[in-house]
């Protein structure tokens, strides 16, 4: 099992920036994909971005392209996901996730997630 735990989320004003954290334990960090998705009130679980196990290759949805940046560092398990120039569009609970499969863009990708930390941006 992985265990993964979000943090970093809040409330942001329009314009603002957040950085998400993802602590993860139980396996060997650097052999999954981190995957951050996101979920809206009455909404699907949205791919936003992920990040390979070597940190080498990123994907972004084309919503966050251009604002958002994944990373991780392998040596101490964390991934994040830097927000910049948030919208009240993503407003969401985000959801980080490690998966090893080729794909990355579906939930079905990814077996372990964590609990979800709010993120709330006001116009």
């Known amino acids: 099992q992985m265990q993964l735990v979000e943090s970093g989320g809040g409330l942001v004003q329009a314009g603002g920036s957040l950085r998400l954290s993802c602590a993860a334990s139980?396996?060997?960090?650097?052999?999954?994909?981190m995957g951050w998705f996101r979920q809206a009130p009455g909404k699907e679980r949205d791919f936003v971005a992920v990040?390979?196990?070597?940190?080498?290759?990123?994907y972004y949805a084309d919503s966050v392209k251009g604002r958002f940046t994944i990373s991780r560092d392998n040596a101490k398990n964390l991934a994040y996901l830097q927000m910049n120039s948030l919208k009240p569009e993503d407003t969401a609970v985000y959801y980080c996730a490690a998966g090893s499969s080729r794909y990355y863009s579906e939930t079905s990708d990814y077996p372990y997630w964590g609990q979800g930390t709010q993120v709330t941006v006001s116009s």
């Open positions: 990040i390979s196990g070597s940190g080498g290759s990123t």
């Open positions: 139980g396996r060997t960090f650097s052999n999954y994909n």
